[in-house]
């Protein structure tokens, strides 16, 4: 397996820190170890599979749920009640007005972040990848489409890829909500796992991820596991 390095960039998530990415090189063979540089801590955004590899800090922690175990929160419980309206989908296409949503949400909601202003070139790069179809999760309200989160469906488990929703339904929770849906969708699937990306304990954005307990961080090259005793 052949790997490559990065060059050094400024941080998207810790503003005084540098990043450097760990890519694995061999892109004839993603379909055949992504799951397994999955277990491993990488993680995929468009047709790159990576993990961070910065020599100055460790904080980035890949996440995973073991969707068997996970027991939802009195919150998460109060969300779902709140969303019990919503429709969800299943679509293995992405459909052209998907991108309106992303633009409006990208647009709205992270013009301090590396993604804005939202193009659909930009949207096909990280969403898309030409070894790979994911699975979108489609949520509905009255008919209309309110949120998507692109998932990539593995044999033992699913990856939360990016979620993306209507910004005026802020107080929905929609970002919780899509996760607890993927959960589900995991369970019903017989998938061992949802992974979430990245955990940052210092970044704002990425708290939510704490909140699905148990859940399990991969820190010093093995999964180790976090309860609510732990927490």
Known sequence: MKFGISQSFPCSYLPDEQETLLVYAEESEH???YEMLMAAGFRRSGAR?????????????ALRVPVASFVPSKGQKRILKRNSDITVVLSEQDKDHYYALYEKYINTRHQDGSMYPATPEQYASFAHGDWLDPLYVELHLAGELVGIAVTDALENALSAVYTFFEPSLAERSLGTFAVLQ???????LNKQHLYLGYQIDNCQKMQYKRNFLPHERFIEQKWQLISKKDW
Request: net charge positive; glycine share 4%; charged share 15%.
């Open 182 to 188: 993927q959960i589900s969708i995991a369970k019903r």
């Open 49 to 61: 599979v990576y993990r961070p590899h910065c020599g100055a800090c460790s904080a980035c922690q």
């Open 31 to 33: 379909n055949t170890y």
